[in-house]
């Protein structure tokens, strides 16, 4: 019994020992359990399996813009000797997150609040900092050492948006909502010295985390109100950086490293330039919600969706959740690689077992078939309403089911209603399929937000929308002559 105790100490010790390396950022020595070798390699897989769950953004000019604002960064950064890679990912969220090795993205969802091109080197020069200070592999390693019995050469690399598998638990959360008060703080930190150090002010930190703590508000307020959980960006800070010391703390030490004899650049009008007509919240590639319809203009088909059912649209399927959360519809789509019927796909390629109240389609002229199947789940069995119906070589997958087993009858027909929507894309469809984009426009003596939420598509909020857009939330106007951002 003894020597089954002090096995495991030992090899503890001996980890830790062998497992200490000099942080780059602080001198210090870390306890970490990856070689820069095997750090470069984990993110050069977990890139690949990044870009399977997000589309990078079609904007080549727009993609060098920011690989050089980044690689600038970079270059005085505390380790310059890593190539950075900086992605845009077409994505309505607001985020951006790092890799270990250099990979670094930023969505155009998060872009789109940015007003200059100072702050969008706050939010690389932040991103960098979590590189710099290996926060991903110094979390890893704390893991790895809270579970010594895992094997370090079995690295699973994650999905975005797939919790299940080792690594996603280990840095999902870090990757989506920060890494916790004191490395995101030290991010701050470094990415505000790499600013000073390339010569733009590091007040655009201030900026940057100020914009976007009043998307956070405004996000936090329409989540609740929507019964979903809030899509934010890192947000950690219980304060608003105008009041947080630490943070102006932060600000203040980088900026005794600038150079006072240059003009600090700012790029307003630049940065502008490169979003304006950028795609403005859905993409026409993951397709685009219209109040409760849903058009898909690659795809070509449209949708009814249950009206106040939360959507979240991913990239490989679709998730309607009712308020509160007591039912769910989750609509997929694949390939059809075998001429079977529709009920036939449904047992051999989903595996479904018997089916009750089971019937054959025919939805808008497309051949379907419908059945209730208990599903097996985490939380014991479900019955759930499934739909499969085939259109143009893919089988589009609805199924629907109740938080409550016993209640699946209370939303069935409107599950059903859902799946019977389905259609080909109309010609007079085709025009709301396209998405919003953004657009510069100049403010005039007269310019009012609400007169330009007045004239806006934007279906909910769009005054809001717009203040937040422009850095003028909750209650700001334009001046005369300035450029602002709004969505046609």
């Known amino acids: ?21 000099v942080n780059p950022v602080t001198g210090q020595q870390d306890l970490v359990l990856l070689s820069e070798s095997d750090e470069i390699s984990l993110g050069r897989k977990t890139h690949q399996e990044v870009l399977k769950q997000y589309a990078v953004y079609e904007d080549p000019a727009l993609q060098k813009y920011v690989q050089d604002i980044g690689t600038k960064l970079a270059a005085k950064s505390h380790r310059n000797n890593l190539v950075y890679r900086f ?51 110094r979390q ?68 940057v985390i100020s914009v976007l703590k009043d998307q956070e508000i405004f996000e936090t307020e329409l989540a609740r109100a929507e019964g979903r959980q809030p899509r934010i960006y890192h947000g950690v800070f219980s ?19 600038s150079d006072t004899s240059k003009a600090q650049y700012v790029g307003h009008e630049e940065y502008l330039s490169f979003i304006d007509n950028m795609v403005y919240g859905d993409s026409p590639r993951e397709g685009i919600l219209r109040g409760g319809r849903f058009f898909h203009s690659d795809l070509n088909f449209a949708m009814s ?26 609509i997929s789509v694949e390939d059809i690689n075998k ?21 054959s389609l025919s939805i808008n002229g497309l051949p379907a078939h419908t059945g209730i199947s208990v599903v097996r789940t985490t939380e014991g069995n479900r019955p759930t309403r499934f739909v499969v119906l085939y259109y143009e070589q893919r089988a589009y997958i609805i199924a629907g089911t ?23 894309l109309t010609e007079n469809e085709r025009v709301l399929a ?34 937040l857009l422009n850095a003028k939330y909750p209650h700001g106007e334009a001046r005369k002559g300035e450029l602002l951002k709004i969505v046609k």
């Not at 090795?101 to 200059?116: D, P, W």
């Not at 249950?306 to 039912?327: C, F, H, M, Q, Y």
């Not at 001429?339 to 019937?359: A, H, T, V, W």
């Not at 109740?402 to 389905?422: M, V, Y």
């Open 339 to 359: 001429k079977i019927s529709p009920r036939d796909f449904m047992f051999q390629r989903l595996g479904l077992g018997n089916l009750d109240s089971e019937s």
């Open 305 to 330: 969706f249950p009206r106040k059912w939360t959507v979240t649209n991913r990239p490989d399927v679709i998730i309607l959740t009712a308020p509160e959360g007591s039912a769910l519809i989750q």
């Open 140 to 207: 890893y390693s704390a893991n790895q050492l809270t579970n010594i019995g895992l094997v370090l050469g079995s690295i699973f690399v994650p999905g975005m948006n797939q919790a299940s598998n080792q690594l996603a638990q280990l840095f999902g959360a870090a990757l989506l909502r920060g890494y916790g008060r004191e490395h995101e703080l030290e991010a701050d930190r470094l990415g505000a010295e790499y600013l000073a150090r390339t010569n733009y002010n590091p007040q655009a930190m201030l900026d």
């Open 87 to 137: 992605t845009v990912l077409d994505s309505k969220e607001v985020n951006a997150f790092a890799l270990p090795g250099g990979y670094i993205y930023i969505t155009r969802g998060l872009m789109a609040y940015l007003k200059s091109e100072a702050e969008l080197a706050a939010v690389l020069g932040h991103e960098i900092g979590h590189v710099t200070a290996r926060h991903s592999v």
């Open 1 to 21: 019994m003894k020597m089954r105790i002090f096995i495991p100490i030992y090899l503890i010790c001996f980890l830790y020992i062998s497992g200490c390396a």
């Open 402 to 424: 109740s938080r409550e087993p016993g209640q699946i009858a209370k939303f069935d027909q409107l599950i059903l209603n859902t799946a019977k929507s389905f259609h080909q």
């Open 434 to 467: 396209k998405p919003l984009r953004l657009t510069v426009v100049q403010a005039g003596e007269s310019t009012r937000f609400i007169d330009l939420a007045r004239q806006s598509p934007l279906e909910n909020h769009a005054e809001s929308k717009l203040r």
């Open 239 to 257: 304060t608003h950086p105008d009041n947080d010391k630490r943070l102006q703390e932060v600000v203040g030490t980088a900026k005794q490293l």
